[in-house]
């Protein structure tokens, strides 16, 4: 487009670099250097306007949900970060909003310690995609397939708020700055998936909400799981909000929320603990993985529950 270089200038310009980029910006591709004994981990996640965020969401925040929740999935596999790619889509070439992006990007990089080392810069519908690589110590990566009968099934920090701040920008009622705080700018657990390192059995960060991203672990290691829907955490927040039926469909189904859910043998549960007091993250145990297939649910009472059936619903009507 018209003015391309003269965005991807002011990319560069403050992009930072780390010792391992042998070439960043400005080549035909990036050359990085891998330390010896560790594996490459990668993950691409795209976000587009409507779809992925309300369309009112400020460019700095767009900018920071846009890597965040690729380093959630980096958190997800027990890796460092360590460089990127943005390939991004605008409308039109507009250094304003492209400075403003690049505050909220570019400030949640300097802070996992991620260089920007390339992309690429093209005219159309608001979008972004943006691909990740991290490193683990070979054989160490935090999978999917790892959980046993018997396990404990841990979240980390509250769920639901991101969902609740969707619930009522959609309503167009009363909101509240915290639950749209939580939708856009979430906290992508990476301290969390290090600490996890041979503690945890699976693990996966919860971006389409707990019963799904939980039901892909179960499927990937061949089991099923009981949840507690009275363990499951909430902030003050949400509880102010929204009645106890309605949280529980929100931290279920609602999504967004960025955080770990994991999978331990209690045996572990000590140590699992004292790792995240050291990071101060809140931990809790939601359920218990099962040996038959599927997800079960459990009220404070005793009695059986089914989330409503419209639960899986996204803000734009779709689920990616
Ligand atoms: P090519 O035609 O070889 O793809 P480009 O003109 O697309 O080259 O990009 C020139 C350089 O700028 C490359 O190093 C590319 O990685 C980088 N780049 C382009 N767009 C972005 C972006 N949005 N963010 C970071 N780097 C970018
Ligand atoms: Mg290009």
């Known amino acids: 487009m018209p003015g391309e270089f003269a965005l991807i200038e002011r990319i560069r310009a403050r992009a930072g670099r780390r010792d391992d980029v042998v070439l960043g910006i400005g080549d035909d591709a990036a050359v990085l250097a891998l330390p010896p004994g560790h594996e490459l981990v990668v993950s691409c996640d795209t976000l587009v306007a409507g779809v992925h965020f309300p369309d009112d969401t400020a460019p700095a925040d767009i900018g920071h949900k846009a ?3 690729n380093l959630s999935d980096l958190a997800a596999m027990a890796a460092t970060p360590a460089w990127c790619t943005l390939a991004l889509t605008l409308p039109e070439a507009n250094a304003a909003w492209l400075d403003d992006f690049l505050d909220g990007f570019l400030a949640l990089a300097d802070e996992h310690g991620v260089s920007l080392v390339g992309g690429d810069t093209t005219r159309g519908p608001l979008s972004m995609s ?3 690589h991290g490193l683990v110590p070979a054989g160490q990566a935090l999978r999917r397939d790892g959980a046993r009968e018997g396990d404990d ?3 980390t ?6 969902a609740g701040g969707l619930a009522q920008w959609r309503a167009r009622g009363p909101a509240s700055a915290k639950l749209r705080h939580r939708l856009d700018r979430p906290t992508p657990r ?5 600490a996890l390192r041979g503690l945890a059995t699976a693990g996966i960060d919860l971006s389409d909400g707990l019963a799904a991203d939980l039901g892909h672990v179960l499927a990937a290691s061949g089991v099923g799981a009981r949840l507690e829907l009275g363990r499951l955490p909430s902030s003050r927040t949400l509880a102010d909000h929204f009645d106890e039926a309605r949280r529980w469909t929100l931290q279920l189904t609602g999504g967004d929320d960025y955080e770990l859910c994991f999978t331990a043998p209690a045996a572990r549960a000590f140590e699992i603990e004292q790792a995240m007091a050291a990071i101060d993250l809140p931990v809790t145990v ?6 038959g297939a599927g997800l079960r649910f459990g009220t404070p009472d005793g009695d059986a529950w089914t989330p409503p059936a ?3 619903q996204h803000f ?3 689920h990616a």
């Open 130 to 132: 943006i691909t990740v």
């Open 286 to 291: 939601v359920g218990q993985v099962e040996a």
């Open 310 to 312: 419209d639960g899986y």
């Open 67 to 69: 890597l965040a929740v």
């Open 316 to 318: 734009s009507g779709g």
């Open 153 to 155: 099934i841990w979240v």
């Open 157 to 162: 920090g509250t769920l639901g708020d991101a």
């Open 190 to 194: 990476v301290q969390a998936g290090l």
